[in-house]
């Protein structure tokens, strides 16, 4: 195989019967991987011809290696009246007077990185977690309060962070939660033979080296789906606008509430802010700044050590990768 190939310059000049050839090939460098489909991904006017691969029950994609400049420093087009408005609005009430030191105070530096080709988990994984029988002895403590409080029409619910029961298609999942340090939760993420993608990698992955504040431009979408529909007795999992597939076929950055864990970089959670700003009463689009492929949040900056100690919870996830 011609490495080269596999990086975006000369893997778009590849016929498609040559592209599928070499994502064919992909599954003997790595055997874990087992061929699932080709796949086209357009999204925000960029798009990718790639292919979905199986491992573990798990879709990963083909992303192509590529030389791109990432981190903001100025609007390439500039934002609409109504995104400023709103913006400054929000942050004159926290006494912040200009709105383009902000946003560059909140975002990663420019910088120009070449990253390799990679297959990239799909979707979120969560972290800490794990499913128990509704029989179990590990839930008789929490009995009482599921039968007081787990009605026909409640979807989920957490208890204390330690136990959390939900409904998915019809069945009743229940989960306990078991504390996992920053450090333990890479040693096993490597020793099973995966990486978490870096802060390049992670802005790389989100954005696919757009120069917009967002990914879809330099103003927000008001006219985005941004929460779930829910009816009484039934869930209907209609996704967000921004959790379908990017150009990447990634379910990327979608909830400033949802927090990815990336390593080997200073700051080690991209995507959200575990709902800092949001929550924070800063409203939708200051809320949803967290989303921008460049942003970085300052939230944790105090408490790093402690959160580190116990990455995982309500609003820390993962996706692994391996580079190629």
């Keep these: ?70 981190g903001w420093e100025k609007f390439a087009i500039g934002m609409n009246d109504d995104t400023r408005l709103n913006m400054q609005e929000t942050l004159e009430e926290y006494d912040i007077t200009d709105l383009d030191t902000f946003l560059r105070e909140n975002m990663s530096p420019l910088r120009t990185i070449t990253l390799p080709p990679m297959l990239v988990e799909r979707e979120l994984n969560d972290i800490g977690w794990w499913r128990v029988d509704l029989g179990s002895k590990e839930l008789e403590t929490f009995q009482e309060y599921i039968k007081k409080h787990f009605h026909l029409e409640t979807r989920s619910f957490t208890i204390s962070g330690k136990m959390r029961i939900y409904r998915n298609n019809g069945e009743i999942i229940a989960e306990l939660y078991e504390p996992v340090s920053y450090s333990d939760f890479l040693t096993k993420i490597h020793k099973n033979g995966f990486s978490l993608p870096t802060e390049d990698e992670w802005e790389y992955l989100c954005g696919g080296g757009s120069r917009t504040l967002f990914r879809w431009g330099d103003s927000f979408d008001y006219a985005m789906k941004l929460y779930h529909f829910e009816a009484k007795d039934e869930h209907t999992d209609v996704p967000y606008t921004l959790q379908l597939p990017n150009q990447f ?76």
């Design 1 to 70: 195989m011609q490495r080269e190939k596999l990086y975006r310059e000369e893997y778009g000049k590849l016929l498609s019967a040559e592209r599928e050839t070499l994502l064919l090939s992909l599954t003997e460098i790595d055997t874990r991987f087992q061929f699932l489909r080709f796949e086209k991904f357009l999204r925000f006017g960029m798009q990718t011809d790639t292919a979905i691969y199986l491992c573990n029950g798990r879709e990963f994609v083909f992303v192509p290696g590529d030389i791109v400049t990432l």
């Design 249 to 324: 076929g990634l379910s990327i950055a979608y909830d400033p509430y949802k927090q990815e864990v990336v390593e080997k970089s200073e700051y080690f959670l991209k995507g959200g802010d575990g709902g800092c700003n949001i929550c924070g009463g800063m409203g939708i689009t200051i809320g949803y700044l967290p989303t921008a492929t460049y942003f970085r949040s300052e939230c944790l900056s105090k408490d790093e050590l402690d959160y580190k100690s116990d990455i995982g919870g309500d609003y820390t996830f993962y996706r692994r990768i391996v580079r190629l």
